[in-house]
C-alpha cells in the first residue's frame, strides 16, 4: 500500500470508483425509496462519475490538485439527480482541500474527505440523517481521528471504510421510510462503492477500466410489502446550469425561494456556474 496519492493514482482510483459504480448500478436502484422512490440513484451517480472518468482520460496530471480539481469540475457540470448532486459537492471539498498539493498523504486526504462533508451539509437544504451525508460524514470523522493518530493511508481508509459501513447499516434504523421498506440508503451505498473502489485501487487489487468486486444488496427480506410511490410529494425533478457573472454572487435568496416551492433541494457551485437541483410541481416558476 502506497504512502501517499500523487496525480496517477488518484486518477486511477476514481476511474475505478466508475467501473464499481457500473457493476453495481441496479443493486443501487433497487434501494433507491429515498427522499423519492424513482429507483435511478445508482444510473444518477453513474452518470455523473462517467464524466469525471471521460475528462480524467482525455490528459495527464502533475498534481493530485490538478487531477481533483478536473474530477470536481466534471462531476458539477454532469451531476444528475439528488444523489449526482450531493456526489459532485463532496468532491467538490475535496478539491478544495487538495488545493496547493503535490501529493496527498493519510491526513491531507481524510482532512479532503472532511471538507467535502462540510460543503455537501452546506449546500443541501434539509440535509436529511439516515442518508449519504450521514455516511459520508462519519466515514469522515474517522478517518480524520485514525489520521491524526499517525496512521498511514491504509489505516486511515479501513477506518473510513469501517465507519462509513457501520452507519450504512444504520441508515435502516435512522431513517422512517427505509425502515418501512426494509432497504439501506442507496446514495449512501453508492458512496461506499466509490469510497472502497478507491482503496482496492490503491492497494493495487483492482485496475480500470475492468469491471470491479460486486456488492450485495443490503435488505431486509422480513420487511412488509412497501409502495414507494405513496411518498412522492412533488411530480418534476428540475435541474439547471447558470453562468456565473461574478465568481462571489448571492446565491440565499435564489435557496429560500426555490426552498419555497419544492423540497430536496441542493444547489452547488464553483468560480463560473451554479447547478441548481430541486423537486417541484412548478418547473416553470424554478427556471423563470
Known amino acids: 500500500m502506497r504512502d501517499m496519492i500523487n496525480a496517477a493514482a488518484f486518477k486511477e482510483s476514481i476511474l475505478c470508483a466508475y467501473a464499481a459504480l457500473q457493476a453495481n448500478m441496479q443493486v443501487i436502484n433497487d434501494l433507491n425509496v429515498f427522499p423519492v422512490p424513482d429507483g435511478d440513484t445508482g444510473t444518477n451517480m453513474g ?28 462531476l458539477l457540470r454532469a451531476a444528475r439527480g439528488n444523489s ?38 452546506k449546500a ?8 449519504i451525508l450521514t455516511v459520508s460524514r462519519l466515514a469522515a470523522e474517522a478517518a ?5 493518530d499517525e496512521a498511514g493511508l491504509e489505516k486511515t481508509f479501513e477506518a473510513a471504510i469501517a465507519a462509513g459501513d457501520e452507519a450504512l447499516a444504520d441508515t435502516l434504523n435512522l431513517n422512517p421510510v427505509l425502515k418501512k421498506a426494509g432497504v439501506v440508503d442507496a446514495g449512501g451505498m453508492g458512496y461506499m462503492v466509490i469510497l ?17 468486486m460486486r456488492i450485495e444488496e443490503v435488505v431486509n427480506n422480513d420487511a ?12 418534476f425533478d428540475t435541474v439547471y446550469v447558470v453562468r456565473k457573472k461574478t465568481p462571489d454572487v448571492d446565491l440565499e435568496p435564489l435557496r429560500a425561494y426555490l426552498g419555497g416551492i419544492g423540497d430536496s433541494l441542493v444547489i452547488s457551485d464553483d468560480d463560473e456556474i451554479f447547478k441548481v437541483h430541486v423537486h417541484t410541481d412548478n418547473p416553470g416558476e424554478v427556471l423563470d
Open 84 to 121: 449526482g448532486v450531493i456526489l459532485s459537492l463532496l468532491f467538490r471539498g475535496i478539491s478544495r482541500k487538495l488545493k496547493g498539493l503535490h501529493e496527498a498523504d493519510a491526513k491531507s486526504f481524510a482532512a479532503a474527505l472532511q471538507e467535502g462533508v462540510n460543503a455537501a451539509y
Open 144 to 148: 480524520v481521528k485514525t489520521a491524526n
Open 196 to 212: 472502497k473502489a478507491m482503496f482496492a485501487s490503491l492497494k493495487g487489487e483492482v485496475f480500470a477500466p475492468q469491471d470491479q
Open 224 to 235: 412488509p410489502k412497501y409502495d414507494a410511490r405513496e411518498n412522492i410529494t412533488f411530480a
Open 47 to 74: 452518470l455523473t462519475m462517467e464524466k469525471a472518468a471521460v475528462e480524467l482520460r482525455k490528459g495527464e496530471f502533475t498534481t493530485v490538485t490538478a487531477a481533483a480539481d478536473c474530477v470536481a469540475s466534471a
Open 124 to 131: 443541501v437544504m434539509k440535509p436529511a440523517e439516515g442518508t
